[in-house]
Structures are given as structure tokens and as C-alpha cells.
């Protein structure tokens, strides 16, 4: 099925430092979506973006949607260890999300 | 419910067997989609309901899949003669109106077929 180019698909960072991660798409999407997924449970809801070029904050997360509204990416400042899991792009167009692969993020205190 | 609820949270079954997942929506949604997720993928979608309507059935991934919500609340997927392929996490998730309110998903239900 149809999935979205999601990068890194892994990142080992150290505690503290800030992360970054993409989403691109060959379709065009009207609503962009961040979710995060710890093992065992369903995805969790970050940022939802509802508007070509829009930037969007959630505490230390910043999404933004691209102006092609192709792409999008999330930033995580200054990371702790509860940020530890996996993140999922998706995209919205009439009714369903289309996913990215995921970005597994592991944290070393 | 505060939540969506799946159950069971874990099931295995035999090559052959047929199987039953059970989707709690929050209480007043209105739209409801089952998802697939493999191991290490992001959740594929599998079909949509709209109230009690089946509106998109695209992604299920042969006639052995079937899903209803015939009262427009509870939904169940069903998968006949299961397949080491079926093997997968499958979410449930509800939203209360249509387009631009948030996805809520349920835990899952992992599915083992031996």
C-alpha cells in the first residue's frame, strides 16, 4: 500500500541534544500529522498541521507543513528520555492517513 | 469510554483458523477505521465506516477480511481462514466528525497465526 518516504528511520542521539525529522510524499495532502508510538500501544497524536506553510509548536516539538504540501518535518529540542519511541508521519487527504515507515528514536543518558 | 478499547489485546491462532477483533469507539464518534500494522511498519489502512456505513474497503487484503459496524458503534474485523501473513498488530481508531478532527487509536490487537 501506499506509504510516505519518512527520514531517518533511526536515530541514536544523546540526551539533551535536538532532532530532526522529514516526510515526503509523491500525492499531495491536505492535513499533516505527527504521531508518536511506544511499544505495545496504539499512536498518540503530537502535532496536527491544517495548512500549506504552516509552523506549529507543541511544547518542544515544532512541526511545519510544506508549502508543496508534499513534505513536512517535526524538530524535537532539547530531548529527554521519555522521547524515546517511535514517530510516524502521516497525511490526510478526503478521509484516511497514509503513514511514513517511522523514525525510531533511542536516547543514551 | 475514555478511550478506544480493542480486545482481545492478544490473540493466536492456527493457520486455517478464523478470527474475530473487537473495536470499542469512543462514545459519539462517528467515523471509524481499522488499521494493519506489520512489524517495524507504519499502519497500513484497511477500511473506513461512517456510522453503520462501509464507505472504503480499499485496503483489505483479500475477501477472507471482512468488517462490519452494524449499529454504527461497536466494529468487528473478521478474518477467515488466517494466513502466517495476517500476522500483524490491527488498530481501530474513531474520530468524531469527518476531515479535520483528531484520530484516536486504540491499543491493537496482536495477531499470532501459527
Known amino acids: 500500500g501506499q506509504q510516505l518516504n519518512q527520514s531517518p528511520q533511526s536515530m541514536f542521539i544523546q540526551e539533551g541534544e535536538d532532532v530532526s525529522m522529514n516526510c515526503t510524499s509523491s500525492?499531495?495532502?491536505?492535513?499533516w500529522l505527527w504521531y508518536k508510538q511506544d511499544p505495545g500501544e496504539g499512536p498518540v497524536l503530537l502535532i496536527a498541521?491544517?495548512?500549506?506553510?504552516e509552523l506549529t509548536s507543541n511544547g518542544r516539538l515544532t512541526a511545519q507543513f510544506g508549502i508543496t504540501r508534499k513534505d513536512s518535518f517535526l524538530n524535537i529540542s532539547a530531548s529527554i528520555p521519555s522521547d524515546v519511541g517511535i514517530y510516524f508521519c502521516?497525511?490526510?487527504?478526503?478521509?484516511?492517513?497514509?503513514f511514513g515507515q517511522g523514525t525510531r528514536l533511542t536516547i543514551n543518558p | 469510554g475514555a478511550g478506544v478499547s480493542q480486545s482481545p489485546r492478544y490473540k493466536v491462532a492456527k493457520r486455517g483458523q478464523d478470527v474475530a477483533l473487537r473495536c470499542d469507539p469512543i462514545?459519539?464518534?462517528?467515523?471509524l477505521f481499522w488499521y494493519q500494522q506489520a512489524l517495524g511498519q507504519g499502519p497500513e489502512f484497511l477500511t473506513y465506516?461512517?456510522?453503520?456505513?462501509?464507505?472504503?474497503k480499499s485496503g483489505l487484503p483479500s475477501d477472507r477480511f471482512f468488517a462490519e459496524r452494524p449499529e454504527g458503534s461497536v466494529s468487528t474485523l473478521k478474518i477467515q481462514r488466517t494466513q502466517q501473513e495476517d500476522s500483524a498488530v490491527y488498530l481501530c481508531?474513531?474520530?468524531?466528525?469527518?476531515?479535520?478532527?483528531?484520530?484516536?487509536f486504540g491499543n491493537g490487537t496482536r495477531l499470532t497465526v501459527t
Open positions: 481508531a474513531s474520530r468524531m466528525g469527518t476531515g479535520a478532527s483528531p484520530l484516536h
Open positions: 465506516f461512517q456510522n453503520e456505513a462501509q464507505l472504503d
Open positions: 502521516a497525511g490526510q487527504g478526503a478521509q484516511k492517513l497514509v
Open positions: 462514545s459519539g464518534h462517528v467515523s
Open positions: 500525492s499531495i495532502f491536505n492535513t
Open positions: 498541521l491544517y495548512k500549506a506553510g
